[in-house]
């Protein structure tokens, strides 16, 4: 079954705080992870932060979000990540 309406994305997770930043929250409502739109020598791109450790720059929000989702997600998996990737 094909299903042409709106779909569910990470994007609707991430709280905006102060202009250009967005956290997650984790499974205890913690704040899990953050996303900052920087301004670089390539143009603008978004840092992306797991508990600390950058997990890399994205140039989309929805890039962002989903990379920090799937982190979020991957760290409550055994095995350390999705289907144990």
Request: charged fraction near 25%; avoid cysteine; glycine fraction near 12%.
């Amino acid at each position: 079954m094909h299903d042409d309406g709106p779909r569910w994305h990470p994007q609707l997770l991430a709280r905006e705080g102060p202009p250009a930043h967005w956290v997650m929250l984790g499974p205890r409502n913690e704040q899990a992870g953050a996303i900052d739109l920087r301004r670089t020598d390539d143009g603008p791109r978004y840092r992306v932060e797991h508990r600390g450790e950058l997990l890399g720059w994205a140039i989309s929000l929805k890039v962002a979000t989903e990379r920090l989702h799937r982190a979020i997600i991957s760290e409550s998996v055994p095995g350390g990540g999705i289907n144990g990737r």
